[in-house]
């Protein structure tokens, strides 16, 4: 129902910055073909966890200094970057159930799974076709977290998925 590059249109429009066009990737695009930097999947998430509000990665607010004889130093916020819909909110937020859905994850996860919270949280993880690395990503009210456990060299790894590298890394990060 959607053509490669409609969905092309989509991811960049969430700023996942692809090279070639839909049609190169055909329709493994929506199975993650692209290689993508994990900053920018991460905010292609904190774009659902957002309600289809997309912006651009902004470090931490850091404190402006004061010049003496200003009074007391105070530190101002840096202001935020702007955002745009770039999704349908109500899209985002079914993503977002569907990913937090922990029946429906307990069929290939179990119902103690890794990705269990006490807390509402959505995630995703996702492996290379040839064992090269994997990657969590998910959020919950407050936070996005994107995880990549890999080999530095790009070699494969063994016996690692997703579930089994980056997830518990994630999991832990949330549970901090």
């Known amino acids: 129902m959607v053509t490669p590059d409609a969905f092309h249109r989509q991811l960049t429009a969430v700023g996942l910055p692809l090279r070639e066009s839909g049609d190169y ?21 904190r774009t659902l966890a957002n309600g289809g509000r997309a ?15 200003q ?3 105070k530190s101002r916020p840096a202001p935020l970057p702007k955002s745009v819909q770039a999704l ?7 993503v ?13 996860f179990g119902t103690d799974s890794v990705l269990a919270t006490r807390f509402w949280t959505a995630v995703k993880t996702g492996t290379s076709k ?4 994997n990657w969590a990503v998910g959020w919950s009210q407050r936070y996005t ?3 990549w456990v890999g080999n530095a060299s790009g070699a494969p790894m063994r016996d690692v998925s997703g579930t089994t590298g980056a997830a518990p890394v994630w999991a832990g990060v949330m549970r901090w």
């Open 25 to 45: 990737f055909g329709y493994s695009l929506a199975l993650g073909s692209p290689e993508v930097p994990l900053l920018h999947l991460t905010n292609a998430f």
């Open 55 to 69: 912006g651009p990665v902004a470090p931490l607010a850091m404190p402006q200094p004061v010049m003496v004889g």
């Open 71 to 73: 009074g007391p130093a």
């Open 88 to 94: 349908d909110a109500r899209a985002a937020f079914i």
């Open 96 to 108: 977002g159930d569907i990913l937090s859905d922990a029946l429906a994850r307990a069929r290939t």
């Open 130 to 133: 040839d064992m090269r690395d």
């Open 145 to 147: 977290v994107g995880v």
